[in-house]
């Protein structure tokens, strides 16, 4: 079944292994394209960061076919916000709210990579050295 | 200046704006409100001070280029402009640039509940762009349960539908149901006398 996974500001499709309710389970091929999670010995790991998997993990199955990993049931573990609809096949997940406070605690601007009219993607950090007065609008 | 249009509709909602604007800096599109809620902005236009380090100097707070608004903002906005001039020239010497404890108390920090909003309302301006409004308006109406205090979340998804028949609603309705609380949260200044102006 062809399903789509949004992410911050991606929208991957990905091909799930079995949706059951609103789990969405997936190979670990799929979960790294789908969140950038891979699949190793350490557990889940993105980056230099690595996130152990408890035993028994109800979002982790072993079969013949191989290792099977819930999107929904990691998501929730991790604490991040989960919505979906299953009928039109899209999952969303978000960011916890303790990343996103943290962050912002940290005074650090977060950054982000949007485009303009003609395409080009800009980033906060091109802007490093300089003043930025970010402005946020809207035409609604 | 960096401006960011929040637009679920991309383009095709700001492009008009930005084109008539001519803009000599970079005016980028957000149609997936990353930069809302990495920044927890509510409401529009906002705006953040960002230093030469990277660092938070105003976190998130209203920003009008003039007065036109000022039912709204009930703040005289030529005082946030001498702020910003203010800033642009002395930079951390700035009287308007704030210890980082007061930043970040002044920080609008998201819960739970409005991260959940903000995956509903990602998840609904999906289903909406990909063809399905009316499950999108099971969405924005659950992200807006979730996070009342957003306008962005109202009036985003009011503005992608019939507002009156999705939602039973209007702006100006919900700007009544207010009952005289601002319609923005007040910028960070001192008192002044003369700014309370009349409410909407």
Not at chain 2, 34 to 44: I, S
Not at chain 2, 167 to 190: C, I, M, N
Request: with cysteine; proline share 7%.
């Amino acid at each position: 079944m062809n399903t789509t996974v949004l992410t911050r500001n991606e929208t991957v499709p990905v091909r799930a292994a079995a949706v059951e309710g609103e789990a969405l389970w997936l190979t670990p091929e799929e979960l790294a394209r789908a969140t950038e999670w891979e699949w190793t010995p350490d557990g889940l790991c993105r980056g230099a960061l690595c996130v152990p998997v408890p035993p028994a993990a109800p979002w982790v199955r072993e079969h013949g076919a191989g290792t099977r990993v819930d999107l929904v049931g990691l998501a929730r573990h991790l604490g991040q916000p989960v919505a979906a609809s299953p009928a039109h096949g899209v999952w969303a997940i978000g960011e916890s709210h303790a990343a996103l406070g943290d962050r912002l605690r940290s005074l650090e601007a977060p950054d982000f990579t949007l485009p303009d009219l003609d395409g080009r993607a800009w980033s906060l950090r091109e802007f490093r050295g300089r003043k930025v007065f970010l402005l946020a609008w809207a035409s609604w | 200046m960096i401006t960011v249009a929040l637009d679920s509709a991309g383009a095709a909602a700001a492009g008009e704006w930005i084109r008539a604007a001519r803009p000599t800096h970079p005016a980028l599109i957000d149609a997936h409100y990353d930069l809302a809620t990495r920044y927890h902005l509510v409401n529009v236009p906002s705006a953040v001070w960002i230093d030469e380090r990277g660092r938070i100097v105003r976190p998130a707070e209203v920003a009008f280029a003039d007065n036109r608004f000022i039912a709204y903002t009930r703040f005289d906005m030529t005082r946030y402009l001498d702020a910003l001039r203010d800033w642009a020239d002395k930079g951390s010497a700035s009287a308007h640039v704030r210890p980082p404890a007061d930043r970040r108390e002044r920080l609008a920090l998201p819960t739970a509940a409005h991260a959940r909003a903000a995956t509903c309302f990602r998840l609904a301006e999906h289903l909406h762009a990909a063809g399905h409004p009316e499950a999108a308006v099971e969405f924005f109406k659950e992200a807006q349960r979730l996070e009342p205090e957003s306008w962005c979340y109202k009036r985003q998804a009011w503005a992608l539908t019939d507002a009156e028949r999705f939602y039973s609603t209007t702006f100006q309705d919900e700007v009544k149901a207010l009952g005289g609380r601002p319609y923005y949260a007040r910028p960070d200044f001192p008192p002044d006398a003369h700014e309370e102006r009349a409410e909407p």
